[in-house]
């Protein structure tokens, strides 16, 4: 749907190939999160926590090693130095770092293609219409006018994109409210499609769970901005009224800043240092800047780790419902799928010529996880029935590349078994 929603603009709109429409069921293998698109060159790459480039397309079409060593040569890619900062997004490049974002990255792939059968350009110029394509289905008044191919499809039949939110993460929910905790929701989207989805997935008592909820939250400028820059506002029929000078009381609330809410945390809480504990699935929007910024612990949820999970048999149906694994439904028979282009989304081989010794190592996207995530977990679910007083180990306690990942690292990680993954 998200393919479909930046595609139909560009042919609608912009007069790209039709064929861009069509999706062969493979193709979505081009899928990898942790990509980055060199908007200029067309070229998609997969890089190393030194910067070296480990895999690359241009387009889809994927490059040979001796391609790779001719155009990116064994040193850091040339905007690695920004990319690491962690600011990843510029009128250069595009980080592809959600499962929200990924559709897009396919299409621009396909554009590519398609831009090279019928005037082979050297330097590319549709990132301005892709830009285009998103403002049109999903700014901020998209939701209620009905604008674009993604919302008006996901309010007739919600059924068919949204999973429920299972029992034991709404009762953990309600366990650490009642254990006193202070939950919040922080959403970039606004508070109209942030209701349809929490009514769907929570129920029409959603509200319920959280003391405060801040919708249209900008993210990662909600961490990195500064009161003035971005304040708080109140919502009235979803339509922001006025900034808010300060933060006085629970409730919801849209846009704002991280300063702020620790404020009123301080408050709520009668503490100087309240801990915070953030989860989120986009290191650029969530986890970096939480950690960055405000310094929080932070969760990194992370479907990856479902990567490794041997699929359990469909005849095991049998067993009652509540014992069968973590990931109910249709996810028990193929949890996560690894993509055959890009590999492995924590290690990867070096490039280098045929009969090269191969020396692996760690991606770039795997090196975030354990310098700026506390613990990574592959669904709220995975820690729902745990004990609250239950002690994770963090990624820091003895610097470990490994020690943070819950319920175990990924087996890529592992020493030994490498050769069996990476295959």
Known sequence: LIYDSFAQYLVMEKGYDKDLLTLAPDSLDFCCKGLVLDIEEGNFVKLAEDGTVLRASHGTKSMTSEEILETYGRRE??????????????????????????????????????????????????????????????????????????????????????QRCPESVKKWLKQLKSAGKILLLITSSHSDYCRLLCEHILGNDFEEYFDIVITNALKPGFFSHTPNQRPFRTLENDEEQEPLLSLDKPGWYSQGNAIQLYELLKKMTGKLDPKVVYFGD????????????????????????????????????????????????????????VSKQWGSFFMDRLPGLENAEETLVRTWSCKCISTYSTIA???????????????????SSNSSATAGYYPSPPRALLPNEESVTMK
Request: aromatic share 16%.
């Open 77 to 162: 890619w040339k905007h690695f130095n920004t990319v690491s900062g962690m600011v990843s997004r510029s009128a250069k490049y595009y980080l592809y770092d959600n499962y929200f974002d990924l559709p897009g990255a396919l299409l621009c792939a396909r554009v590519v293609d398609s831009l090279d059968q019928h005037d082979g350009q050297k330097k590319y110029d549709f990132w301005k219409d892709m830009v285009a394509a998103i403002q049109h289905n999903y700014k901020i008044s998209a939701f209620k006018e009905d604008c674009g191919t993604y919302f008006p499809e996901v309010k007739n039949h919600p059924d068919k994109y949204l």
């Open 377 to 395: 977990i592959p669904s709220l679910e995975a820690i729902a029935d745990l004990p609250l007083d239950y002690r994770f180990t963090r990624f």
């Open 282 to 337: 986009s290191m650029h929007s969530d986890i970096f800047p939480a950690h960055h910024y405000s310094s929080w612990e932070t969760v990194f949820i992370l479907e990856e780790l479902l990567g490794d999970k041997v699929t359990v048999p469909a005849d095991t149906e049998s067993e009652p419902l509540e014992k069968k694994g973590k990931y109910e439904g249709d996810e028990l028979k193929a949890p996560y799928f």
